[in-house]
């Protein structure tokens, strides 16, 4: 069974940072692409990052040279650092990995930029 458990969010004034991570489980880890999105009320889930199981990464326009993503396959896990957040990186936050034809979410984890 596949599980994926985010954590790390909060409540943060815009310029500053945090850390998310997501704990993987019921996967083989070190060989799936492991993604994060994000998510706002009433609106589409966003993608935010993507990781190779080599470790090559991207990100989106939106949060490029403010957030990193990176993966440590021992632990199962992947992190988002997310540095000089704005108001507008406000959603609950996802990570996300792919099986065959299937789709793996976790719970989310809700990041609040504000003063």
């Known amino acids: 069974q596949v599980q994926l458990v985010e954590s790390g969010g909060g409540l943060v004034q815009p310029g500053g940072s945090l850390r998310l991570s997501c704990a993987a489980s019921?996967?083989?880890?070190?060989?799936?692409?492991m993604y994060w999105y994000r998510q706002t009320p009433g609106h589409q889930r966003e993608w935010v990052a993507i990781?190779?199981?080599?470790?090559?990464?991207n990100t989106a326009n939106s949060v490029k040279g403010r957030f990193t993503i990176s993966r440590d396959n021992a632990k199962n896990t992947v992190y988002l650092q997310m540095d000089s957040l704005k108001a507008e990186d406000t959603a609950v936050y996802f990570c996300?990995?792919?099986?065959?034809?299937?789709?793996?979410w976790g719970q989310g984890t809700q990041v609040t930029v504000s003063s």
């Open positions: 019921g996967i083989i880890f070190s060989s799936h692409v």
């Open positions: 996300n990995t792919r099986r065959s034809s299937n789709d793996y």
């Open positions: 990781i190779l199981p080599s470790g090559i990464a």
